[in-house]
């Protein structure tokens, strides 16, 4: 079992920064991939970008292409979430899920481990 825990929203103004982390714990060692979604109320968990252990460079959706940066940290075990430029539209629930042994996938139903989420507000 993964454990996931982020860390790190709160309100901003539009325009403004925020950083997400995730730490990952218990038995990541098949962890290949991990992702940000986020879900605002009333819609569907909307896939953010992704990272795997491996490979250098991270998959962005094009809604936040430009605007924020997945790294990570592999000796902590976590993901982090730069968000740059927030728009009130950025406002959800960030979720950071892992997935074993496979590549990143868009799809939420793909991945095995799920954090609790955190709220980001953006206020205009």
């Known amino acids: 079992q993964v454990h996931l825990v982020e860390s790190g929203g709160g309100l901003v103004q539009a325009g403004g920064s925020l950083r997400l982390s995730c730490a990952a714990s218990?038995?990541?060692?098949?962890?290949?991939?991990m992702a940000w979604f986020r879900q605002a109320p009333g819609k569907e968990r909307d896939f953010v970008g992704a990272?795997?252990?491996?490979?250098?460079?991270?998959y962005y959706a094009e809604t936040v292409q430009g605007r924020f940066t997945i790294s990570r940290d592999n000796s902590k075990n976590t993901v982090y979430l730069q968000m740059n430029s927030l728009k009130p539209e950025d406002t959800a629930v960030y979720y950071c899920?892992?997935?074993?042994?496979?590549?990143?996938?868009?799809?939420?139903?793909?991945?095995?481990?799920w954090g609790q989420g955190t709220q980001v507000t953006v206020s205009s």
């Open positions: 899920a892992a997935r074993d042994g496979r590549a990143w996938s868009k799809r939420p139903y793909e991945y095995d481990y």
């Open positions: 990272i795997t252990w491996s490979a250098p460079n991270p």
């Open positions: 218990g038995r990541t060692a098949n962890t290949s991939a």
